[in-house]
């Protein structure tokens, strides 16, 4: 079965420090790999996803992530956050053959301004 | 154009009543998704509905159950409520299932209190 971990519960940074975000996922074919994010009282939004091509992915808002195969691995990361960045964000796995999407625990994110 | 429609937005119940939550999906997306998010087990899938079937069903009791129309519009369904069903019901659209392109567009959510 799929599973999908992040490495951080919870992530404190201030304004202008560089964001990265560990996820890891478990799956013995092929994935689609997601990150979402959720801001206060929002819902749900993507950011970015992979499919295939460049696994350097640029999504919204400055993020990107990267997908690295041989470590099942699709970090996010932003050279440097803002106060507004404030959210929890939710790495999201897809099996290629028709599973369904795995979140994982999710990471919140406070941006000390 | 409209994203996707969740009503009620809130409910409040006590145990041993039942419940049902609809969704109106993105006009034009065939796939309804339903997840429950609480803050001890986070996004949990529990089932997809593609043209009118389920195509995929998630580690929940048979308590929770679900379908979909013809004009894809889904509810889901929760008899003899318990205190820990308590949590934010998502609901996502997408195009199509199984496909390579999946990319799920998410609802606000409907927040159930089970007193």
């Known amino acids: 079965a799929q599973s999908v971990s992040q490495h951080n519960h919870h992530v404190i940074l201030s304004e202008a420090a560089s964001l990265e975000l560990g996820c890891n996922y478990s799956?013995?074919?092929?994935?689609?790999l997601f990150w979402y994010v959720q801001y206060p009282g929002q819902h749900l939004q993507l950011l970015l996803k992979?499919?295939?091509?460049?696994?350097l992915v640029k999504g919204i808002k400055g993020f990107e992530a990267e997908f690295i195969k041989s470590k099942f691995s699709f970090n996010l990361r932003k050279p440097s956050v803002q106060w507004s960045d404030t959210a929890e964000y939710f790495c999201?796995?897809?099996?290629?053959?028709?599973?369904?999407?795995?979140f994982g625990p999710g990471t919140r994110l406070s941006v000390l301004p | 154009k409209a994203g996707v429609t969740q009503t009620p937005r809130y409910l409040i119940k006590t145990r041993g009543q039942q419940v049902t939550l609809s969704c109106s999906p993105i006009?034009?997306?065939?796939?309804v998704s339903w997840y429950q998010q609480t803050p001890g087990q986070g996004l949990q899938f529990l089932f997809e509905?593609?043209?009118?079937?389920?195509?995929n069903k998630g580690n929940f009791p048979g308590r929770f159950s679900g379908r979909q129309f013809s004009n894809s519009r889904s509810e889901m369904n929760v008899s003899t409520l318990e205190l820990g069903d308590s949590a934010l019901y998502l609901c996502?659209?997408?195009?199509?299932?199984?496909?390579?392109?999946?990319?799920?567009?998410f609802g606000p959510g409907t927040r159930l209190t089970v007193l």
């Open positions: 996502a659209s997408s195009l199509s299932s199984g496909s390579s392109y999946n990319e799920q567009f």
């Open positions: 799956y013995g074919g092929t994935v689609n």
């Open positions: 992979y499919f295939s091509g460049d696994p």
């Open positions: 999201a796995v897809e099996g290629r053959s028709g599973q369904n999407f795995v």
């Open positions: 006009s034009g997306h065939r796939s």
């Open positions: 509905y593609f043209s009118e079937t389920q195509r």
